[in-house]
Nanobody, 125 residues
């Protein structure tokens, strides 16, 4: 099993920034990719960003391109989502997830094997 713990959520005004972190622990950590998804009230959980762990390539949802940056801290088994120019529509519970096997479908949540509990991000207008 892999345990994921998110942190860094909170309340911020529109235009502001937040930094989310997700620390992985448990069995010898080995992942192909880590991703962030979000779920707004009354909506389905949606892809936000992902990073391939070994080579560091990234992918983003169109709605966050240019505003969010995903990165990883290999020594800490941590993935970071730096969010800037936040909008009220970014309000959601943000989840990190681990994909343990090679996949071309990083934006598909069913590809991921382990999930964190989520952290609330609220952007006020």
């Amino acid at each position: 099993q892999v345990q994921l713990v998110e942190s860094g959520g909170g309340l911020v005004q529109a235009g502001g920034s937040l930094r989310l972190s997700c620390a992985a622990s448990g069995r010898t950590f080995s992942s192909y990719a880590m991703g962030w998804f979000r779920q707004a009230p009354g909506k389905e959980r949606m892809f936000v960003a992902a990073i391939r762990w070994n080579i560091g390539t990234t992918s983003y949802a169109d709605s966050v391109k240019g505003r969010f940056t995903i990165s990883r801290e290999i020594a800490k088994n941590t993935v970071v989502l730096q969010m800037s120019s936040l909008k009220p529509e970014d309000t959601a519970v943000y989840y990190c997830a681990v994909l343990t096997r090679r996949s071309s479908w990083l934006s598909i949540q069913d590809e991921y094997d382990f999930w964190g509990q989520g952290t609330q991000v609220t952007v006020s207008s």
